[in-house]
């Protein structure tokens, strides 16, 4: 897969996301996907992102930096949100915080497989 194809493919994913189009996040993760070595299949990572935006209503997703290299792609993302409660053990509140995660992909057969993800969680504790 090129890499202009493979980094069209993410941001498609990502509007995917941004949308809460659940119906058609199959399209860009796979059955068996992998987050942070945890098998959560198509089912529980749809299910991790409906949870997310549960607790961060005003979740968007924003691609600040992205690297292809087939069949990876990094990105870091950032946010500037609101969760109503405790987000990654910190009672945020609904206080405005903005962050960033670093994330790795994985792509086969143009779906992620796999997913490496390390959230500025230092950022937030500074914000607080």
């Not at 992620?112 to 937030?124: L, Q, R, Y």
């Amino acid at each position: 897969m090129a890499v202009t194809d493979l980094a069209d493919i993410y941001r498609a994913y990502i509007a995917c996301l941004n949308r809460q189009d659940w119906p058609q996040l199959g399209q860009f993760v796979d059955d068996g996907a992998i987050h942070n070595s945890r098998r959560f299949g198509l089912s529980g990572y749809r299910a991790m992102l409906e949870q997310d935006f549960d607790e961060i209503p005003d979740l968007h997703f924003n691609i600040q930096m992205l690297i292809s290299d087939p069949p990876y792609i990094a990105s870091r993302l950032a946010f500037d949100c609101t969760p109503k409660g405790m987000f990654l053990g910190l009672p945020v509140n609904g206080k405005r915080v903005s962050f960033a995660e670093n994330v790795i992909y994985q792509f086969r057969d143009a779906k992620i497989v796999e997913v490496w993800s390390i959230v500025d969680k230092a950022a937030i504790e500074a914000q607080l």
